[in-house]
């Protein structure tokens, strides 16, 4: 598969990844929320006291992790996946000598027709990639890259 049509489909890969989390913890905050309307209802005292902060601490904790994944959905929405760039930058796909990196969001393992890592712009390794061209050699923790394309 041609790196550019890899590109658009790890792009889509991600974008499912990213709706299935939303998904995910909608449902528990909507969990979160039926089972304190059960509480709410019955019992009394301490008990029900200390389980309803408990329950709304793990509710806030969902809350916060929605939070940073629709951030994260927000970065991929802005990305053009048909953009083709010389240089590593947001978005770009890079074929290295040790694999396939889409510079996104930290996703960590993709699996697509290949194995491609989603890594963030600001992590080190991200960022020791952007500006860099087909050809260029990325060393980083004592290994080297050498990309091979940039899509």
């Given amino acids: 598969m041609e790196l550019h049509e890899l590109k658009k489909k790890v792009h889509e890969v991600c974008m499912t990844l990213i709706q ?3 998904d995910a913890l909608n449902q528990e905050l909507k969990g979160f929320q039926a089972a304190a309307n059960e509480e709410s209802k019955s019992s009394a005292g301490d008990k029900y006291e200390t389980g309803r902060a408990m329950m709304h601490l793990e509710k806030e904790k969902v809350a916060s992790q929605l939070n940073q994944v ?3 959905q927000k970065v991929l929405r802005e ?3 048909e953009r083709k760039s010389e240089e590593a930058e947001l978005g770009s796909l890079l074929s290295t000598d040790q694999g396939l990196f889409y510079i996104s969001i ?3 393992l993709i699996q697509t027709p ?3 890592f989603g890594i963030s712009p600001v992590a080190p390794l991200g960022t020791a990639f952007l500006g860099k061209k087909t050809g260029d050699v990325v060393s ?3 290994k080297s890259y ?3 394309g940039v899509a």
């Fill in 20 to 22: 299935s989390r939303v």
């Fill in 70 to 72: 629709l951030k994260q």
């Fill in 79 to 81: 990305l053009h996946s």
């Fill in 106 to 108: 930290s996703l960590g």
């Fill in 114 to 116: 290949e194995a491609v």
């Fill in 140 to 142: 980083f923790n004592g």
């Fill in 146 to 148: 050498k990309i091979n």
